[in-house]
């Protein structure tokens, strides 16, 4: 599987964050206790600080460098941002600190990298990769940063990265001009350049080079927690992929542009949220229907009763959102698609940044909406199924949205002990975003499952 590798990794990070200092969990004193209000906030034992987060959505623009009709290929690019003491998602990659002080990091990686060549060849050959990696980081008094990065794509083609970056503060802009060398292995820049992973189109093999790399990221904060986001990039290929066959220009460029949603930077950030971790059970059934048929109440049964288990972990990363009280958390989950008729048992794992809504009448009942990253060993039937109808080359990696509505037991029932605990519906949907996404395969489509959970805060 493209992506096994890489998924797991990162999962691995993030679904033990309960564990770790990622969570920074303080102890309430007996003091604070004795003055706080009898409601169910004065029965945690718990607080969680506000993390550093964003999520945000980009079109990225890239020239092709082969020798194509087409000379530029666009794609929809969701992302999310995290810092915490040991786990970091930015944008595109990810990772973790395994050792850091004030002047050095050495952090193991995961970066999404695209392969750019014309839309309508991205679903058959699903170029886009993750590579995995480790990174030297270290920092000046200046704000800059030295990396030494060793990366390797999911196939063991290996290549090294030398860069320097500068981080710029001026009012409400911020900017990170950076500059690179890239040294390619014979058989990564063969397996890129000269397409030796594209049997019909060449077979030829090329040796190693250095690429060098410009660019400057920029971000602009509009309004609380609005931002804008650009960047552009320029590469210089080296002689050896220049002179491949299937290559026609030495330079190639890109673009990003976007906006996010930030921590405000004009606010200091909280260090005892109102909101706290959850842990989430849930169960539910496939449906080939679509989303809209499903808001509407037009749900078709699956016929061969396909049905998934899941378990979500939610960590906090603020309680508002443009001065509006929505809760907000950074939530791993796990999933177990149950063998069939049609299709063996298979994983899935989501990444995703989850909002809460609460509704405080009669009872306490809330909305919910995430937005992530999913992957399954395999793909399902509901959604293999679908995409053969399509005509489409299924993706294992795809874009995720869970839809979910739940009501306070507490409430309810007028039960103190449950006063933390939520039973709740949800839409678990996995889609490739109309076409627009090179890194899900291009695809128009994917899969729903209806879902019941019950949902624990602690």
Same mark, same amino acid.
């Given at each position: 599987m493209r992506y096994c590798k890489a998924i797991s990794l990162t999962l691995a990070f993030f679904a033990s964050a309960n564990l770790q200092a990622e969570s920074t969990h303080i102890e309430k004193s007996q003091t604070n206790s004795n003055n706080i209000s009898s409601t169910s906030d004065s029965k945690r034992s718990k607080v969680f600080e506000e993390k550093t987060w964003g999520l945000g959505v980009l079109f990225r623009n890239a020239e092709i460098p082969f020798d194509t009709q087409a000379n530029n290929v666009t794609s929809f690019v969701p992302m999310m941002f995290y810092q915490g003491d040991t786990f970091f998602i930015r944008g595109i990659e990810g990772g973790a600190h395994l050792y850091q002080n004030n002047d050095w990091q050495f952090n193991t990686m995961a970066r999404m990298r695209f392969f750019d060549i014309p839309a309508e060849y991205q679903n058959e050959v699903q170029g886009d990769t993750i590579d995995l990696g480790f990174q030297a980081r270290k920092s000046f008094y200046n704000n800059s940063f030295l990396d030494v990065e060793l990366f390797s794509d999911l196939e063991g083609n290996p290549y090294a990265n030398l860069s320097q970056s500068w981080y710029f503060h001026y009012d409400s802009w911020e900017f990170i001009p950076k500059i690179s060398a890239r040294y390619k292995s014979a058989s990564f820049n063969s397996h890129y350049y000269a397409l030796? @992973? !594209? &049997? &019909?189109?060449? $077979?030829?093999? !090329?040796?190693?080079g250095i690429e060098f790399h410009a660019g400057i990221e920029t971000r602009y904060h509009v309004a609380k927690n609005f931002y804008l986001l650009a960047s552009f990039n320029g590469t210089l290929l080296d002689n050896n992929a220049y002179n491949s066959t299937a290559v026609s220009q030495r330079w190639q460029s890109e673009a990003y542009l976007g906006f996010a949603f930030f921590n405000d930077i004009s606010k200091p950030k909280k260090s005892d949220l109102s909101n706290h971790g959850y842990l989430r059970l849930a169960h539910g059934w496939a449906t080939p229907s679509n989303i809209g048929d499903i808001l509407t109440g037009d749900t078709v049964k699956d016929e061969y009763n396909n049905q998934l288990t899941s378990i979500f972990y939610g960590l906090p990363l603020t309680d508002e959102l443009f001065s509006l009280p929505l809760d907000i958390y950074l939530t791993p989950g796990f999933l177990w698609h149950w063998n069939s008729e049609v299709q063996d048992s298979e994983q899935e794992y989501v990444l995703a #940044? $989850?909002? +809460?809504?609460?509704? @405080?009448?009669?009872? /306490?009942?809330r909305l919910g909406l995430a937005e992530g990253l999913s992957y399954v060993s395999d793909v399902t039937y509901i959604e293999a199924s679908e995409m053969e109808r399509k005509g489409y080359r299924p993706s294992e990696l795809m @874009?995720?949205?869970?839809?979910?509505?739940?009501? %306070?037991?507490?409430? #309810?029932? $007028?039960? %103190?002990?449950? @006063? &933390?605990?939520?039973?709740? +519906? =949800?839409?678990?949907? /996995?889609?490739?975003?109309? &076409?627009?996404? =090179?890194q899900f395969g291009r695809i128009k489509g994917g899969s729903n499952y209806n879902t019941v959970y019950i949902q624990f805060d602690f």
């Open positions: 030796a @992973n !594209i &049997e &019909e189109l060449a $077979k030829e093999s !090329i040796g190693a #940044i $989850k909002a +809460y809504y609460t509704i @405080n009448w009669p009872v /306490r009942w @874009n995720y949205i869970d839809f979910t509505l739940d009501i %306070n037991l507490g409430d #309810i029932f $007028k039960i %103190n002990a449950l @006063n &933390e605990t939520w039973l709740g +519906y =949800s839409i678990h949907h /996995r889609s490739a975003i109309f &076409e627009s996404a =090179s």
